[in-house]
């Protein structure tokens, strides 16, 4: 690569482009007046657009750090890698895989997947395998397809990364993304938020921020029971994975599925490419602002410069939702198609 001017030359120009290292800082935007009703307040609401990483999802982070971190005499004997997952993670797996002699990518899924994932992820090359056991299975379960991927990463020739439990995954958010944001707004940072999915990114992130300032609120966003959105896991799932991120969470607030595609949508109108889990971010933040405001404990979470800075994170686009957004949100916030 030429120094600073984002050339990627030679027969590993695709690798070099792809590792992490060389990204860069991902851009931290903050919203309008329009999205933050808290302006007048100053509460400054920030989006750490993490979607500008290749591949264009957060997850890339953690897949490659897990393939980096595969010990070398395990890597030469791998043809086959397996992973409980129908979304980023495998997704980028799928990819990133090839540039560390691994052949076949295999995605373990349940067959309520729609169409559109299922097609994004042969689209990349990776191998479904179905799994009837439960969506969101206890991560130390014997069924399910966190069980089935790690029962056949047992096999020889076989590796099965385990996100759920693999430290890789919350070093990554730690060295990319907690330190990223710490280097871009110090200790004028205020609340960070996260949904949690494997609890890696909160984990990791959180724990790098404490770290430099115990002040830091950290908000973690699950989704509320009886909603699904893509991504995170449901309020009573997510005190059953392998990540201990509640030792670095203050709270929890559970969102529904309705409240996560509206803010997204507000986002994507805004010129800001999100998918839902990042609206999902949106909407606990701003109830936590009316919470705090409510009870006048806003002064408690400003910052040296009078203001409470907050920072969510965008983890993929739209792009693989769209038809989702139609499903969930009503018919009157689209335009009509009308014939001429």
């Not at 931290?28 to 808290?38: D, G, K, R």
């Not at 907050?310 to 949100?329: G, H, K, R």
Request: glycine share 8%; with cysteine; net charge positive.
């Amino acid at each position: 690569m030429l120094k600073n001017k984002k050339i990627y030359n030679g027969e590993d120009a695709v690798h070099s482009f792809l590792r992490p290292e060389g990204v860069g800082f991902a851009p931290m935007v903050e919203l309008p007046s329009s999205i933050n009703p808290f302006k007048k307040d100053k509460v400054r609401i920030y989006v750490k657009m993490v979607q500008f990483v290749p591949l264009f999802n957060i997850k890339y982070l953690p897949a490659y750090n897990m393939l980096a971190n595969i010990p070398k005499k395990d890597l030469k004997k791998i043809e086959n890698l397996v992973e409980y997952s129908s979304g980023n993670t495998v997704l980028s797996l799928s990819i990133l895989a090839q540039y560390f002699g691994i052949k076949n990518v295999h995605a373990i899924i349940t067959p309520d997947v729609p169409s559109h994932k299922k097609n994004l992820l042969q689209l990349v090359g990776t191998n479904l395998l179905i799994s009837n056991g439960p969506a969101s299975p206890d991560v130390f379960g014997n069924e399910g397809g966190i069980h089935d991927a790690k029962m056949l990463g047992k096999k020889a020739g076989w590796y099965n990364l385990n996100q759920y439990v693999n430290e890789a995954n919350q070093k990554a958010s730690e060295q990319y993304i907690g330190k990223e944001i710490w280097s871009q707004f110090g200790k004028k940072l205020s609340i960070f938020v996260s949904s949690i999915g494997t609890g890696g990114t909160i984990f990791g992130s959180g724990t790098f921020l404490k770290k430099k300032n115990k002040k830091i609120y950290i908000l973690g966003v699950a989704i509320q029971k009886g909603s699904s959105v893509p991504g995170p896991r449901g309020e009573a799932m997510i005190h059953k994975l392998g990540i201990p991120w509640e030792g670095v969470t203050d709270e929890v607030l559970a969102i529904n599925m309705t409240e996560s595609y509206r803010y997204s949508l507000d986002l994507i109108r805004l010129g800001l490419f999100v998918g839902p889990s990042t609206g999902m971010q949106l909407s606990a933040l701003i109830k936590k602002i009316e919470e705090l405001k409510m009870k006048k404990m806003l002064k408690d979470f400003r910052n040296e410069d009078g203001e409470v800075v907050c920072s969510i994170i965008a983890c993929d686009t739209m792009f693989p939702y769209i038809d989702d957004y139609f499903e969930v949100l009503p018919s009157h916030l689209f335009p009509e198609i009308k014939k001429m």
